[in-house]
C-alpha cells in the first residue's frame, strides 16, 4: 500500500515558476513508476510526465516539454514536478500516481494509486 500527498501548488502570474511535490509513504516507494497528471475543469484527466524507478528516464507530454521537469529522491520517498514558463493553460488540479507496472506507462487506469491533488492557477 502507497499513500500520496501533493503539495506545493497555489497561484502563480504567467511565466512564473512552480515546484510540486509528491511525498510517499511506505518503504517500497522505490519499486513504483511515479507520473503526474493533471485535470482541469471540464476536461479529462490528462498526462503530464513520468519517471521510471531509479530516476534515470522521464517523458513529458507535448504540451509541457521543455518546461516542466520530474524528478524523484527514494532516499526521501518524494517525486517533484519544477514548472517553469507557466501558462494560464497550465491550470487544473495536480495529481501524482504510483504505478506497480513493469514497464512505463501514460495511461491514468494502469496507476494503482493517487494522491488527493494540489491546485494550481495560473493567472495574472
Known amino acids: 500500500q502507497v499513500q500520496l500527498v501533493e503539495s506545493g501548488g497555489g497561484l502563480v502570474q504567467p511565466g512564473g515558476s512552480l515546484k510540486l511535490s509528491c511525498a510517499a509513504s511506505?518503504?517500497?516507494?522505490?519499486?513504483?513508476?511515479v507520473g503526474w497528471f493533471r485535470q482541469a475543469p471540464g476536461k479529462e484527466r490528462e498526462f503530464v510526465a513520468h519517471?521510471?524507478?531509479?530516476?534515470?528516464?522521464?517523458s513529458y507530454a507535448d504540451s509541457v516539454k521543455g518546461r516542466f521537469t520530474i524528478s524523484r529522491d527514494n532516499a526521501k520517498n518524494t517525486v517533484y514536478l519544477q514548472m517553469n514558463s507557466l501558462k494560464p493553460e497550465d491550470t487544473a488540479v495536480y495529481y501524482c500516481?504510483?504505478?506497480?507496472?513493469?514497464?512505463?506507462?501514460?495511461?491514468?487506469?494502469?496507476?494503482?494509486?493517487w494522491g488527493q491533488g494540489t491546485q494550481v492557477t495560473v493567472s495574472s
Open positions: 500516481a504510483a504505478s506497480g507496472k513493469t514497464y512505463s506507462t501514460r495511461a491514468a487506469r494502469e496507476y494503482d494509486y
Open positions: 511506505g518503504r517500497t516507494f522505490s519499486s513504483y513508476r
Open positions: 519517471i521510471n524507478l531509479s530516476g534515470s528516464a522521464t
